[in-house]
Every structure is written in structure tokens, then in C-alpha cells.
Nanobody, 123 residues
Framework: QVQLVESGGGLVQAGGSLRLSCAASDRTFTSYVMGWFRQAPGKEREFVAA????????YYADSVKGRFTISRDNAKNTVYLQMNGLKPEDTAVYYC????????????????WGQGTQVTVSS
């Protein structure tokens, strides 16, 4: 069972950047599709980005396309989310998740989740 630990969250001004990291405990990390999701106060959790096991394919929510970049380093069992051009509406708890299915933004297909890291963007 893979365990996921996010880091890199914090407080940033609008227009700034942050890079989130998610470290996986399991050597089978390379077999998982990895995704990032977020949940703002009072809102449902939503898909942000996903990356295939080989990093050959990525998928983004329209709201972050062109601003966020997902990547992974299989040698380090780590997936990243580079966030540029941050907006106040990006404020949320960001969760890393692992899926044994195909590249997707469906939460139900992700069986493993981290505890989340807070990102706050001030205006």
C-alpha cells in the first residue's frame, strides 16, 4: 500500500509561484498514475492535474492549464506540481493521489491519498 506525503505549500502573493512535492513510500510508484486535486473551503474536492506512469502524458483542469505543470521523478518516487501565476482562487488544500487505472481526473479512480498541503494566495 503506497503512502503519500505532500510538501511545499505556503502563503504566496497573487502572481507568485510555488512547487508542491509528493513523496511516495512504495517502490511500485512507477506503476501508478499520479494526480493532484484541491479542495477550497466550502467547496468540493476538484481535479487539478494528472500524469501517466511514464510521464509521457499529462492532463490538466481547464482552470490551471498554462499555469500549472505536473511532473514526476520515478527514481525519487516523487511527483511535483509547479504552480505559476497563482490567483486567490487557487487557495485550497492540495492533495496528491495515486491511481492504478488510466490517466483520468475522476477522484473515484484514485485509491491512495496524501494528507494534503495548504496553499494560500493573497490578493
Amino acid at each position: 500500500q503506497v503512502q503519500l506525503v505532500e510538501s511545499g505549500g505556503g502563503l504566496v502573493q497573487a502572481g507568485g509561484s510555488l512547487r508542491l512535492s509528493c513523496a511516495a513510500s512504495d517502490r511500485t510508484f512507477t506503476s501508478y498514475v499520479m494526480g493532484w486535486f484541491r479542495q477550497a473551503p466550502g467547496k468540493e474536492r476538484e481535479f487539478v492535474a494528472a500524469i501517466s506512469w511514464s510521464a509521457g502524458s499529462t492532463y490538466y483542469a481547464d482552470s490551471v492549464k498554462g499555469r500549472f505543470t505536473i511532473s514526476r521523478d520515478n527514481a525519487k518516487n516523487t511527483v511535483y506540481l509547479q504552480m505559476n501565476g497563482l490567483k486567490p482562487e487557487d487557495t485550497a488544500v492540495y492533495y496528491c493521489a495515486a491511481s492504478s487505472w488510466f490517466l483520468s481526473g475522476k477522484m473515484s479512480e484514485y485509491g491512495y491519498w496524501g494528507q494534503g498541503t495548504q496553499v494560500t494566495v493573497s490578493s
